[in-house]
């Protein structure tokens, strides 16, 4: 046996960041909330989220150019796939007896296919996730139409996830069986390159544009994590046109609300019962009354492409229109974690005072970077 080289330093470069890339995707993602720690829900953390995601998805394709391009122990014709090779090596690692292969093993090589395809279906999903549920990144179109969709979805990419890792489970418990029952070496193979084999040296010939675009191929996954999250900033809102008689009127006693809050139906009940809105009398004259109701009307939770009017129209379990915005499943879970002595800070007073919270409450925007509870008492 002698020292040859196995694994080129694309390959070692493309293993290792694949580990910390997939580690930190998953960790934001799911495994800190087992901790009580939910770090998708917060805007930064989601960005952060999707930019090792995406991370991983651009590994995983420079994987598979390289496995058509790459010297001979990185392409997938070196992979031993044939199911006899399994279940031989299976039976081998049963009975506890040494295998003798220099690249992948037959365990490696279907290891390797799973985590390319699990890999890749799951930053898929996740992209078409982020899409239909948070309107952002390239699949936004999907927003409006498919937002139905959106918790199979999340399952799906929650399940493919769950699968990539079980993958990887198995995987580092196969390199454990080599590393400690036959000392193979595999793990500072990893490192190093090179590996203690009977087979002749193969030479790492990749013509010098294959190995240029490797190179650049295989660092892109940082600078994509430097970039990434800046460029996915919470979407501006559209800033509609109030009406001034809309701020006069329905802006006296609190906030002017925006329409988009509640649904269509809801506005019209509103509008037709303004003598006994909550135990006031907040009745207006007619021309100002119907002027309203169609600017509330035009713009209601159903016509807004507001990630709240969304999800609170979600929430509505029952047929009946909500009466108020306050009592609508979405808000109050949003809200659940807010002690009732914050509300009655002189600063906010009333918790239907949204803008106090939410800088752009007004134009109907909710977002998560927008949010700021004031301190004073
Ligand atoms: C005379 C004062 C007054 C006027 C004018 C008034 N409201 Fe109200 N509004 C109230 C009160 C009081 C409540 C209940 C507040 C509470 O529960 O804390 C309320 C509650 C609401 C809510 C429900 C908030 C929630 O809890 O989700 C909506 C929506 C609303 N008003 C819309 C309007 C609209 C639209 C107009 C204009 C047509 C209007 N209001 C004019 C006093 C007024
Ligand atoms: C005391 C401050 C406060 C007030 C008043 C308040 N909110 Fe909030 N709201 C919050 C906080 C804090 C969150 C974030 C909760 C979390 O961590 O998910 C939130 C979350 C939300 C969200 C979800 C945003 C998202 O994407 O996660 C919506 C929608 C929302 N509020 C609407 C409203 C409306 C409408 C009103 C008025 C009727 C209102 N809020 C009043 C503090 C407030």
């Known amino acids: 046996m002698k020292k040859i080289n196995v694994w080129d330093i694309q390959t070692r470069i493309f293993h290792w960041s694949l580990v910390i890339f997939v580690l930190s995707t998953v ?65 081998a690692v049963i009975k506890n007896e040494k295998t003798n292969y220099t690249g992948h093993n037959p365990a490696a090589s279907w290891s390797a296919l799973g985590i390319i395809t699990l890999g890749l279906l ?8 982020f899409g239909i549920d948070e309107g952002r990144g390239i699949s936004r179109f999907l927003y409006l139409g498919f937002y139905v969709y959106a918790d199979q979805l999340k399952l799906l990419h929650l399940a493919l996830s ?19 029952r036959h000392k193979t070496g595999i793990i500072p193979a990893m490192f190093t390159g090179t590996k203690l084999s009977d087979e002749t040296d193969k030479p790492i010939h990749t013509a010098t544009p294959v190995r240029l675009i490797s190179y650049l191929w295989i660092i892109s996954p940082l600078a994509a994590i430097l970039f990434l999250p800046s460029s996915l900033e919470t979407k501006q809102p559209v800033k509609l046109s109030i009406p001034q008689i809309y701020l006069k009127e329905c802006g006296s006693c609190h906030m002017a609300f925006p329409p988009n809050l509640l649904p269509a139906e809801s506005w019209k009940n509103m509008m037709s019962s303004l003598n006994d809105h909550f135990g006031d009398d907040a009745s ?29 129209l979600r929430s509505i379990k029952n047929e009946n229109p909500p009466a108020r915005i306050t009592e609508i499943p979405y808000w109050k879970e949003k809200h659940k974690p807010i002690n009732l002595e914050i509300y009655q800070r002189s600063s906010i007073k009333s918790r239907i005072n949204c803008v106090a919270c939410h800088k752009l409450a007004e134009y109907g925007s909710f977002e998560d970077n927008d949010i700021r509870i004031p301190k004073k008492i």
Do not use: M, Q
């Not at 800190?32 to 999707?50: C, E, M, P, R």
């Not at 090792?52 to 997938?76: C, D, K, N």
């Not at 799951?122 to 996730?129: D, F």
């Not at 769950?162 to 400690?180: P, R, W």
């Open 284 to 312: 207006i004259n007619d021309t100002a009354k119907k002027e309203i109701e169609v600017f509330l009307v035009t713009y209601a939770a159903e016509t807004s492409h507001e990630e709240a009017s969304i999800k609170l």
């Open 122 to 129: 799951a930053a898929l999903t996740g992209v078409i996730v």
């Open 27 to 91: 960790v934001t993602a799911d495994i800190l909330s087992f901790f009580g720690i939910d770090l998708v829900n917060k805007d930064s953390w989601l960005a952060f989220h999707i930019g090792t995601g995406v991370a991983v998805a651009i590994l995983l394709l420079f994987r598979i150019f390289w496995g058509f391009s790459g010297p001979h122990y990185s392409r997938f014709s070196s992979l031993h796939l044939s199911l006899a090779e399994l279940f031989s090596y299976i039976k």
């Open 162 to 180: 769950y699968l990539l890792l079980g993958v990887v489970i198995g995987h580092v418990c196969g390199v454990l069986n080599e590393t400690i």
